[in-house]
Nanobody, 115 residues
């Protein structure tokens, strides 16, 4: 059974930093990613990382967020720096099983950036 369990999140002031982690289990994963959903908005892609450690970022977070993964531990991490109020959202971990099209989601973790 595939499970994605997120940790981290909480409240931080503008300009601060926060680290989100996601522990995946139950399979071997190809691409892993972080998405976010702000109130009243659609869920959007924040960053992805391939099994070969190639990252890709949304324009809105480039230069501020860093995605990384540990394939041995099946974890993906999102380091968020220089946070802005518009980064406030529920952040979701996402992972696609290797050689499959099925993707799985974590339960989400709230990130609130206040001025």
């Amino acid at each position: 059974q595939v499970q994605l369990v997120e940790s981290g999140g909480g409240s931080v002031q503008v300009g601060g930093s926060m680290r989100l982690s996601c522990a995946a289990s139950g399979s071997i994963f190809a691409a892993m990613a972080w998405y976010r959903q702000a109130p009243g908005k659609q869920r959007e892609l924040v960053a992805t990382i391939t099994v070969t450690q190639r990252p890709n970022y949304a324009d809105s977070v480039k230069g501020r967020f860093t995605i990384s993964r540990d394939n041995a531990k099946n974890t993906v991490t999102l380091q968020m720096d220089s946070l802005k109020p518009e980064d406030t959202a529920v952040y979701y971990c996402n992972a696609r099983v290797l050689r499959e099209t099925t993707t799985y989601w974590g339960q989400g973790t709230q990130v609130t950036v206040s001025s």
